[in-house]
Nanobody, 126 residues
C-alpha cells in the first residue's frame, strides 16, 4: 500500500518560515516526479512546486518564486518544501503528490498525479 505522509505544518506569523516533509512508503518514488499542492478553504487545489526525479529540475508557481524551495532525498524517499517569508493568504492545507510516470522532467499538471498525502495544515497569521 502506497502512502505519502506530510509533516511540518503549523501556525506561523507572517514573514516566518516552515519546512514541510513528505515521506513515501510502500514503493519507491526515486524515479518519479513529485510535487506540492495547496488548497485553501473554498478554493481549488493549486500547484505550488514540482521536482523531477533527480532533483535537478524544479518549477514553482509565480507567487512563491524566490521564497519557496522544493528538494528531495531519494535515499530517504522524502521530498521537502522550504517556505520562507510566508504570507497570510498562503494559509492552506498543503499536499504532497507523486506521479507513477517515469520521467526526468517535473510535472505541474494536477491530473498527472496518482498518489496524494493526507495534507498538512499551514496557518499564517497576520
Amino acid at each position: 500500500q502506497v502512502q505519502l505522509v506530510e509533516s511540518g505544518g503549523g501556525l506561523v506569523q507572517a514573514g516566518g518560515s516552515l519546512r514541510l516533509s513528505c515521506v513515501a512508503s510502500g514503493r519507491t518514488f526515486s524515479i518519479n516526479p513529485m510535487a506540492w499542492f495547496r488548497q485553501a478553504p473554498g478554493l481549488e487545489r493549486e500547484f505550488v512546486a514540482a521536482i523531477n526525479w533527480s532533483g535537478g529540475s524544479t518549477d514553482y508557481t509565480d507567487s512563491v518564486k524566490g521564497r519557496f524551495s522544493i528538494s528531495r532525498d531519494n535515499a530517504k524517499n522524502t521530498v521537502y518544501l522550504q517556505m520562507n517569508s510566508l504570507k497570510p493568504e498562503e494559509t492552506a492545507v498543503y499536499y504532497c503528490a507523486a506521479t507513477s510516470m517515469f520521467s526526468n522532467t517535473y510535472v505541474t499538471d494536477r491530473s498527472q498525479y496518482r498518489y496524494w498525502g493526507q495534507g498538512t495544515q499551514v496557518t499564517v497569521s497576520s
